[in-house]
């Protein structure tokens, strides 16, 4: 009888393409997947560790698992492994800590999940974990013809354009983690997107660290940032937008996770001019006030995204952003806080996320002073959500009545353009709309977030 593995994926979309990568080579090798998590002989967490939260989060996941065993008879063969972000960071800490687990996965062994399986099955239950997540930054990326089993539905898919970080932010240990930048190249990008459009998909996600950066990595590493400035271009986000854009067929193309100090007026106009790509973008600023971002590393100023948030406005009509914001970064005085809140205010963002600041161990925010006490932190995070819940409603208010073209992700719920899934709000339907199909819809009323049509 094939082997049953079950997975349990946590954390983001970036996690949630390397658990597909892992169903799709666990298939492969023949093995069956299953949903049921009390009938799999093997368990994968695919874990995070983003912030504290997630760590938590994944080690109650792994903790909640190994009990499950224990309370099921059938359970008591069942193998654990331990995937993701927090086995490739912390697994020579955790291998003497959660002894319940039976391997550990690093971010560059996604395509040795069957063998480890198999490896696993063979040992004796209970057995110490004999491999070893190697001691090194990941490097891999995947490519078109990557084995997959998509998580999301048949209609949308995540499409992982690069892997890895460049930037410095200090409050982030992602690049500590998914090591350095990495892009794929546009023909692997074209034909994984070709190959999803043909299967129905009506939205591809472009996703990485930093989407803007697609590309760069390649006509830029080596070189001093004066010689990257007059090196010839090579492939950018341009040109995969204008590659994705050629494929036959009707879908959105939705840009998530770019960064402000990469944008340029010819992407602006790129977007602006392709009507597959999405009047949408999400940016993550946060902060606005100078000395924040500085602090926070973030290689851009004040001034900058002031500047770019009204360009992005005027060139591309109609546009969305989607943007998040720390309070409460260690130093931040009420006067830097109220510069944030003013910020919000004034430039009433479509999307808008607020995250209290974590104190990430290994990050060099996490040693800095004036560390803000997490009773200060929330007060900070719930004046900002006011704020932007007003601006919401009142944005939503303003479409009552008018036409919009939604994407339907189930016979009651759709979302605009300006609505990514997951992260964003929906549009409730009165009336029930086939799944997975564009359609044309009059908005009727709103909730804060949500409208209904
Ligand atoms: S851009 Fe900054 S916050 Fe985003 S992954 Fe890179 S280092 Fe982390």
Redesign the pocket.
Known sequence: MATKVGLISLGCAKNLVDSEIMLGHLRSAGMDLTSDSTEADVLIVNTCAFIDSAKTESISAVLEAHRDRGLHRRHANQRLIVAGCMSQRFSSELTGELTEVDAFIGLDQLEEVAPIVRRVLARPAGAAPDDLVPDHLPVYIPDFNTPRWRLTPKHFAYVKIAEG?????S?????QM?GKHRSRTIESVRREAEQLVSEGVKELLLIS??TTYFGMDRWTEGRSPRAQVTASRGESLIDLLEALSSIQGDFWIRLL?T?PAHWSDELISTIARLPKVARYVDM?L?HIEEGMLKDMR?ETSEAHIRDLVQRLRKGIPGLAIRTTFIAGFPGESEAQFETLLDFIEETKFERLGVFTYSQESGSRAAKMDGQIPASVKKVRYRKAMAAQQKIAKERAASLVGRKMRVLVDSPTSARTEADAPDVDGKVILTAPLPTGEFAEVTITGHKIYDLIA
Do not use: K, T
Request: charged share 15%; proline share 17%.
């Open positions: 970080c460049n930037h410095p932010c409050f982030c240990v992602i690049p998914r660290q930093d996770y960064h993550p946060q973030r």
